[in-house]
């Protein structure tokens, strides 16, 4: 018995062994490289487009260790991990001019990107240090970090805000307006680098997920989804990688009592025990080279004698892929978040789909910034993020979810679904496919999925 028991550790264990080096992890030290020499891209090739199109000649990020920015951290080298004292960035574009001047009203140089622009032995007040940049420079908009709609865009406080205003000349103050529209493109925008690399990220994922949801973590009868998530969680840091929120694994089952189908989203679900023929849910995310994965997707247990998901259950999950396809298919350059979602409701409506849509931009933000397609709780317009239009070279989790009735449970089944895609101008592509089978617990240990 004892060998036995031997044996299935050891195979346990190199299977486990062959997931994690199954993706290539670079060290923190190689992370760190390419964090920066995204940014020097970024800088060099993305910022000036965006700065024209927002209408911003300047753009002013002024940050306090520890009360940082949302955006600001955006800006830091590979190596920062928070602002400094008292960091303030300033982005200038002459007029006519092709690139951007990136400059640091710091101690020190920020990063390689931006050069120290203050020497405190001169100038020992920062503020007027940066002021006196900004009178040189004579920009004719200042754009700052002010937003009603977005809270990635709203970062400068009330402390910072009302300092710079007391040492800005007078005539200068109606030149300050709102960053939104620059803060918003940059923090949505990637770049081909960002998207080469985006493939990977969200194989990894996956790759994590589907071993979760397995034999090789789940006893049924034993096992329970509070398991599943802190194995998740361990998972995550065993393969040195991050997470930006907690995983969720639930379950709906036949019995007329579950009523995990009901359930708000506002409402963690209970810890339960997996058993055989329940429907597992997980909803799952990772971050890796500043860049962040949400993922939700299905997994069933099978009960003894099946040896593959209930057809009942595989037509379900097919009504699901269709809304995927409903949305996507809506994604026009210049349409704004509440209008794809008018749309595929209309789509939904004539096909008698049931569902919700929810989806969000997805990036250096798990819930980023750019055009909000609807809510959990809204599927009406949502005012303010709603209205931003869709730009080319963004990135998105479609996330909805289907409800459909299940005539064998006697009972609606809730088809939740997320899947990270790029929007390249004309057309949707996932990252690294969608899933398109319900995943079988057991299965072979390198089960092929229909991706």
């Known amino acids: 018995m004892r060998k036995t028991v031997l044996l299935a550790l050891c195979f346990l264990g190199i299977f486990q062994l062959a997931e994690a080096q199954k993706h290539h992890v670079l060290t923190q030290r190689q992370q760190a490289t390419v964090v920066d020499q995204w940014l020097n891209e970024r800088i060099d090739n993305l910022l000036p487009e965006l700065m024209d199109r927002a209408d911003l000649d300047m753009w002013v990020l002024i940050s306090r260790e520890y009360n940082e920015d949302p955006v600001i951290r955006t800006f830091l080298p590979g190596t920062w991990h928070?602002?400094?004292?008292?960091?303030?960035?300033?982005?200038?574009?002459?007029?006519?001019?092709?690139?951007?001047?990136?400059?640091?009203?710091?101690?020190?140089?920020?990063?390689?990107?931006?050069?120290?622009?203050?020497?405190?032995?001169?100038?020992?007040?920062?503020?007027?240090?940066?002021?006196?940049?900004?009178?040189?420079?004579?920009?004719?908009?200042?754009?700052?970090?002010?937003?009603?709609s977005y809270g990635h865009?709203?970062?400068?406080?009330?402390?910072?805000?009302?300092?710079?205003?007391?040492?800005?000349?007078?005539?200068?103050?109606?030149?300050?307006?709102?960053?939104?529209?620059?803060?918003?493109?940059?923090?949505?925008?990637?770049?081909?680098?960002?998207?080469?690399?985006?493939?990977?990220?969200?194989?990894?994922?996956?790759?994590?997920?589907?071993?979760?949801?397995?034999?090789?973590?789940?006893?049924?009868?034993?096992?329970?989804?509070?398991?599943?998530?802190?194995?998740?969680?361990?998972?995550?840091?065993?393969?040195?990688?991050?997470?930006?929120?907690?995983?969720?694994?639930?379950?709906?089952?036949?019995?007329?009592?579950?009523?995990?189908?009901?359930?708000?989203?506002?409402?963690?679900?209970?810890?339960?025990?997996?058993?055989?023929?329940?429907?597992?849910?997980?909803?799952?995310?990772?971050t890796y080279l500043r860049l962040n994965t949400d993922t939700q997707q299905l997994a069933y247990v099978l009960k003894p004698g099946e040896n593959e998901v209930p057809k009942y259950l595989v037509d379900a999950f097919k009504v699901g892929n269709r809304l995927q396809d409903i949305l996507t298919s809506q994604f026009k350059t210049g349409r704004t978040g509440n209008e794809i979602l008018r749309e595929t409701r209309k789509i939904m409506e004539r096909e008698g789909i049931n569902g919700s849509i929810y989806s969000h931009p997805l990036g250096t933000h798990g819930h980023a910034s750019g055009p909000t397609i609807g809510m959990w709780d809204?599927?009406?317009?949502?005012?303010?993020?709603?209205?931003?239009?869709?730009?080319?070279?963004?990135?998105?989790?479609?996330?909805?979810?289907?409800?459909?009735?299940?005539?064998?449970?006697?009972?609606?089944?809730?088809?939740?679904?997320?899947?990270?895609?790029?929007?390249?101008?004309?057309?949707?592509?996932?990252?690294?496919?969608?899933?398109?089978e319900i995943l079988p617990i057991p299965r072979p240990q390198f089960y092929l999925k229909n991706w």
């Open 153 to 286: 865009a709203d970062g400068l406080n009330l402390t910072e805000y009302n300092a710079f205003l007391k040492q800005l000349p007078g005539d200068f103050h109606d030149r300050i307006t709102s960053a939104e529209k620059l803060a918003v493109g940059w923090l949505e925008t990637r770049t081909p680098s960002e998207m080469a690399t985006y493939r990977h990220i969200q194989s990894i994922a996956n790759s994590i997920i589907q071993e979760g949801l397995s034999e090789a973590v789940i006893t049924p009868g034993v096992t329970t989804t509070e398991d599943v998530q802190w194995w998740y969680r361990e998972r995550i840091k065993e393969l040195k990688l991050d997470t930006w929120f907690h995983p969720t694994v639930d379950i709906q089952r036949s019995d007329e009592g579950s009523q995990e189908h009901l359930r708000s989203f506002a409402v963690n679900p209970d810890t339960q025990v997996i058993m055989p023929g329940d429907l597992l849910h997980i909803d799952f995310g990772i």
């Open 82 to 148: 928070a602002a400094r004292r008292r960091t303030m960035l300033v982005m200038y574009k002459a007029p006519d001019s092709k690139k951007v001047e990136t400059l640091a009203v710091a101690r020190y140089d920020v990063g390689k990107a931006f050069k120290k622009a203050w020497n405190p032995e001169s100038q020992p007040d920062q503020w007027k240090a940066l002021v006196d940049l900004i009178v040189e420079k004579n920009p004719q908009k200042i754009g700052m970090n002010i937003s009603d």
């Open 378 to 436: 809204n599927q009406g317009d949502t005012p303010g993020a709603g209205d931003y239009p869709l730009y080319p070279n963004t990135a998105y989790a479609i996330e909805l979810n289907a409800v459909v009735f299940v005539k064998e449970w006697n009972k609606e089944v809730r088809v939740m679904l997320e899947e990270g895609a790029f929007f390249d101008g004309e057309n949707v592509t996932y990252f690294n496919g969608r899933q398109k």
